[in-house]
């Protein structure tokens, strides 16, 4: 057996979600699929994966199995590199994670290009709502909004700082009490977005202090989509909070007011990150050199348009 070619058959299957996926993207049967799995367990000597017709489960060792298999790959790929050196050029599979919206909207027209131009690389663009292991989940790069605390990986930053902005429906407005400082937030209908506190928003300190003030509510609405909160909001349904970029459209249309704009925390920067080493692999020094202006430019045209749009006043019963 081929351990190291099993262990690609068991990332990617873990990776697509079903033997048929797997097949599809290595170009094999699912047959010749199945086999490299069941020898690489017999080598192993456990099950590292729950079968069924459909779909796969990772076993509470293929959890642990997948992720040092990631590793192991991972560095493989980085000492053929090494050996070839700039002869090589971008190849392979590229995996990027991104936030949903920003993934659709921004990320993916610029993969569209770079796709064009590299023909001998593949994408899997992840969009998800949380932060990833880059390493352990075998992500290449992510588009990650905040500051950053982890030093091991390698940052780029792509400005287009983001604001965290409390939001509300005129309709919803007109008929509730006056939301003019953070702690008249308390006895309003929230509609929490998961990700953004689901029992309490942080705002700045008042002047001179260092503690952020934060207000407390028993949320009428939770979901875990921010189109979900936008839209639910846009209808009347109570007040929530997003990132700027999220609800500019709404806001630009009227269909939403920015609240509390004096009190929000400081924006919140942009980067690209990266697992140490991997920036010198040829694809991802590529899409990073690629990506970057074109980033900036679009993260810079959403932020004019934001500041473009209504004027933001405070609200009156």
């Given at each position: 057996m081929d351990r190291i070619d099993a262990m690609k058959v068991f990332v990617t299957a873990v990776e697509e979600g079903s033997l048929a996926a797997a097949a599809r993207r290595l170009k094999r049967s699912?047959?010749?699929?199945?086999?490299?799995?069941?020898?690489?367990?017999?080598h192993v000597g456990v099950e590292l994966l729950h079968r069924t017709t459909r779909s796969l489960k990772l076993s509470e060792a293929g959890q642990r199995y997948v992720e040092a298999c990631r590793r192991v790959l991972v560095d493989l790929e980085?000492?053929?590199?090494?050996?070839?050196?700039?002869?090589?050029?971008?190849?392979?599979?590229?995996?990027?994670?991104?936030?949903?919206?920003?993934?659709?909207?921004?990320?993916?027209?610029i993969l569209d290009s770079f796709l064009r131009e590299h023909r001998d690389v593949s994408v899997r663009l992840l969009m998800l709502d949380r932060f990833v292991n880059?390493?352990?989940?075998?992500?290449?790069?992510?588009l990650r909004i905040g500051?950053?605390?982890?030093?091991?990986?390698?940052?780029?930053?792509?400005?287009?700082?983001?604001?965290?902005?409390?939001?509300a429906s005129p309709r919803y407005l007109a008929s509730r009490p006056l939301i003019a400082a953070p702690a008249d937030l308390i006895g309003h209908d929230?509609?929490?977005?998961?990700?953004?506190?689901?029992?309490?928003?942080?705002?700045?300190?008042?002047?001179?202090?260092?503690?952020?003030?934060?207000?407390?509510?028993?949320p009428r609405y939770v979901v875990n989509s921010v189109r979900a909160a936008a839209a639910s909001a846009a209808e009347g349904m109570g007040v929530t909070r997003l990132y700027s970029y999220h609800v500019d459209d709404l806001v630009r249309e009227?269909?939403?007011q920015v609240l509390l704009a004096d009190f929000e925390p400081p924006a919140l920067p942009i980067h690209l990150l990266s697992p140490?080493?991997?920036?010198?692999?040829?694809?991802?020094r590529a899409f990073i050199d690629f990506a970057r202006p074109r980033l900036r430019t679009a993260l810079g045209r959403i932020a004019a348009e934001a500041e473009g749009g209504p004027e933001i006043m405070p609200i009156i019963g």
């Open positions: 699912p047959t010749a699929i199945s086999r490299a799995l069941g020898l690489l367990e017999q980085e000492a053929d590199i090494l050996a070839v050196g700039e002869r090589s050029s971008p190849r392979g599979v590229l995996t990027i994670s991104a936030p949903p919206i920003l993934g659709e909207e921004v990320v993916r027209p880059l390493v352990d989940e075998g992500v290449d790069i992510a500051n950053l605390t982890d030093s091991t990986h390698v940052s780029t930053r792509i400005g287009g700082d983001v604001r965290r902005v409390v939001v929230i509609v929490a977005f998961s990700n953004f506190g689901i029992e309490s928003w942080s705002f700045s300190p008042p002047g001179g202090a260092a503690i952020p003030r934060t207000v407390h509510f028993n009227g269909a939403l140490q080493g991997r920036t010198a692999v040829p694809k991802v």
